[in-house]
């Protein structure tokens, strides 16, 4: 075996060593049975870092990290003055069919729970009215836009855009920790994600 060679071998299945390198398991890994053995539905993503290997991958990492900050990609946390660069990690988080399965009805729910909830606090206020909801919370608030109070959006919902951040508990299920409506950056966010994997990792 050459050096070249040997060193191209040394780069490939890089789950593999993740997973070596991880050892038993104590909580949820989301490539990783508890066996450290990797997911069936990691499998291809598994093939196409071995194509990359450790080097490959790094350099992808570097590639993204130009992209954003040539995109002028930023972001400024919640209480913060100043901005903060814009993290990519070049790997996909994959959920399976089955845990998708349960989590898409949830997630449904809550989207026309919360369009649901809009619709009335700019409309007949049946949650103050009935004292679901006090009125200080709503009307107090920084959020509650009066300038569009009693104002329709035509069709059939008035809330158009909807995310999720989920995670899992130390029992491996799913939590929503947060939910989004209040603006549109997302969509951009999700939309310059997109953008940069699709010029930075080969593929499709």
């Known amino acids: 075996m050459t050096a070249e060679s040997s060193g191209r071998h040394a780069e490939r299945d890089v789950l ?14 989301e490539m990783l049975d508890s ?21 490959g991958l790094h350099e992808r990492q570097q590639a993204i990290a130009r992209l954003l900050e040539d995109d002028g990609v930023s972001y400024r946390p919640h209480g913060s ?17 089955s845990d998708w399965s349960q989590l898409e009805p949830g997630l449904v729910q809550r989207a026309e729970l919360l369009d649901a909830i809009l619709t009335d ?4 206020r049946r ?12 009307f107090a608030h920084s959020g509650f836009l009066r300038a569009v109070d009693g104002i ?3 069709g059939e919902r008035q809330l158009f855009l909807c995310s999720a ?7 491996g299920h799913w939590r929503v920790l947060t939910d989004r409506t209040q603006a549109p950056s997302g969509a951009g966010d999700a939309k310059e994600n997109r953008s940069v994997l699709s010029r930075a990792l080969p593929g499709p």
């Open 16 to 29: 593999a060593r993740y997973a070596g390198e991880r050892g038993p398991i104590a909580r949820t890994d």
């Open 35 to 55: 066996a450290s053995e990797i997911k069936p539905f990691w499998r291809g993503v598994d093939n196409a870092l071995s194509e990359l290997g450790s080097s």
């Open 81 to 97: 003055a100043a901005k903060e660069s814009w993290n990519l990690d070049p790997l996909p988080l994959l959920i399976e069919e």
């Open 121 to 124: 606090l700019y409309g007949e």
């Open 127 to 138: 949650l103050i009215r009935n004292g679901l909801l006090p009125p200080e919370l709503i």
């Open 152 to 154: 329709r959006i035509p």
């Open 165 to 171: 951040d989920l995670a899992r508990d130390g029992e």
